[in-house]
Nanobody, 125 residues
Framework: VQLQASGGGQVEAGGSLRLSCSAS????????MGWFRRTPGKEREFVAA????????EYSDSVKGRFTVSKDYARSTVYLQMTSLKPEDTAVYYC???????????????????WGQGTQVTVSS
């Protein structure tokens, strides 16, 4: 399973970025997919997740109302639209996938079996 995350960059506080995570069609259609982030000295933390159909979504309290996770079935890509960015959103962001056909939209990183490389997001004040 290969996941390819992209779209990170540097933005001022209040700005927006959109992260993308491309996957094989099989993974995209069969797996719950999530976004996590890690800052130096901290554990990787849950950000958002979306189920196979794209109907069920989960968000961490820190990003709820500002970030939106979505799926593009034509491109087999999961997006994380980030708005009203804050300096505390600065982190390396990772996309991840649960094992195929696990349907629970988990917020626990331990339940995600496959990980993409990270993409850096830096928000300046």
């Amino acid at each position: 399973v290969q996941l390819q995350a992209s779209g990170g960059g540097q933005v001022e506080a209040g700005g927006s970025l959109r992260l993308s995570c491309s996957a094989s069609r099989r993974t995209f259609s069969s797996a719950v997919m999530g976004w996590f982030r890690r800052t130096p000295g901290k554990e990787r933390e849950f950000v958002a997740a979306i189920n196979r159909s794209g109907v069920r979504k989960e968000y961490s309290d820190s990003v709820k109302g500002r970030f939106t996770v979505s799926k593009d079935y034509a491109r087999s890509t999961v997006y994380l639209q980030m708005t009203s960015l804050k300096p505390e959103d600065t982190a390396v962001y990772y996309c991840a996938a649960r094992p195929a056909y696990e349907t629970y939209v988990s917020t626990s990183r331990a339940q995600y079996a496959y990980w993409g490389q990270g993409t850096q997001v830096t928000v300046s004040s």
